[in-house]
């Protein structure tokens, strides 16, 4: 598949058959993903692949947790590290359904995905470079999340359906126990991997114009094409 293509159509999967993911083709996106980037070529990213079914249900279960407080929050209006007033184009009361109930569906379901991925990181990879400033950090997981995406563009280019979430780090003791972590592993991510239920599966994404996201030179001054 062509780049650009998968970079458009790659949506968050939600639905997903009971057909396995084949080991070859696993294997065959995770070779091509670990050429990503990463601070200091380090490397640091480490995959679990769960297809077990008990632990699967114990994954999904650990996840659960976390998204019942999330939908709690969301269905608030709560989500994250707020600052300001909510934008409107993202919050409004039918859009914000349409999303918590695809994602309900997935939460619930998650046990049955053919297969999870727990995405982690060796801590002493990372150089979290604004871990002093007076706000979240946001770039601890930078060297993880490079060879994460390059994941889910190799599931799409295999005609695979994932998607990813990151409630289930909140649980990372947890996680560390059933899975037997090191001390020195810190969970950045939960992708699910499937092959799509095509009648559920939406390719055709929108976006906000490169002019709203992309500045030129100083903030608020859009990036656009010379006249």
């Given at each position: 598949m062509e780049l650009y293509e998968a970079m458009r159509t790659n949506p968050s999967c939600r639905y997903f058959t009971d057909e396995p993911?084949?080991?070859?083709?696993?294997?065959?996106?995770?070779?091509?993903a670990r050429f990503a980037s990463s601070g200091g070529n380090r490397q640091g990213w480490r995959t679990i692949v769960v297809t077990d079914p008990?632990?699967?249900?114990?994954?999904a279960d650990l996840h659960s947790r976390q998204w019942d407080a999330y939908l709690e929050h969301a269905r608030e209006g709560i989500?994250?590290?707020q600052t300001g007033e909510?934008?409107?184009?993202?919050?409004?009361a039918a859009n914000a359904q349409h999303r918590l109930t695809r994602t309900d569906d997935f939460a619930k379901q998650l046990a049955e995905v053919p297969a999870?991925?727990?995405?982690?990181?060796?801590?002493?990879?990372?150089?979290?470079?604004?871990k002093e400033l007076d706000r979240q950090s946001i770039v601890g997981g930078g060297s993880l999340y490079t060879f994460v995406q390059n994941v889910l563009l190799g599931c799409r280019n295999e005609g695979l359906g994932s998607a990813l979430?990151?409630?289930?780090?909140?649980?990372?003791?947890?996680?560390?126990?059933l899975l037997g972590l090191p001390d020195d592993i810190a969970v950045g991510a939960l992708v699910a991997v499937g092959w799509p239920v095509r009648e559920k599966?939406?390719?055709?994404?929108?976006?906000?114009?490169?002019?709203?996201?992309?500045?030129?030179?100083?903030?608020?001054?859009p990036y656009g094409l010379a006249d």
């Amino acid at each position: 598949m062509e780049l650009y293509e998968a970079m458009r159509t790659n949506p968050s999967c939600r639905y997903f058959t009971d057909e396995p993911v084949d080991r070859a083709t696993l294997y065959r996106i995770f070779d091509h993903a670990r050429f990503a980037s990463s601070g200091g070529n380090r490397q640091g990213w480490r995959t679990i692949v769960v297809t077990d079914p008990a632990l699967k249900r114990a994954v999904a279960d650990l996840h659960s947790r976390q998204w019942d407080a999330y939908l709690e929050h969301a269905r608030e209006g709560i989500v994250g590290f707020q600052t300001g007033e909510r934008d409107e184009r993202m919050s409004s009361a039918a859009n914000a359904q349409h999303r918590l109930t695809r994602t309900d569906d997935f939460a619930k379901q998650l046990a049955e995905v053919p297969a999870l991925l727990v995405c982690c990181i060796e801590l002493w990879t990372l150089a979290v470079t604004d871990k002093e400033l007076d706000r979240q950090s946001i770039v601890g997981g930078g060297s993880l999340y490079t060879f994460v995406q390059n994941v889910l563009l190799g599931c799409r280019n295999e005609g695979l359906g994932s998607a990813l979430t990151t409630l289930l780090a909140a649980e990372e003791p947890a996680v560390a126990e059933l899975l037997g972590l090191p001390d020195d592993i810190a969970v950045g991510a939960l992708v699910a991997v499937g092959w799509p239920v095509r009648e559920k599966q939406y390719t055709k994404l929108t976006r906000l114009p490169v002019e709203e996201v992309v500045y030129d030179n100083l903030w608020g001054q859009p990036y656009g094409l010379a006249d």
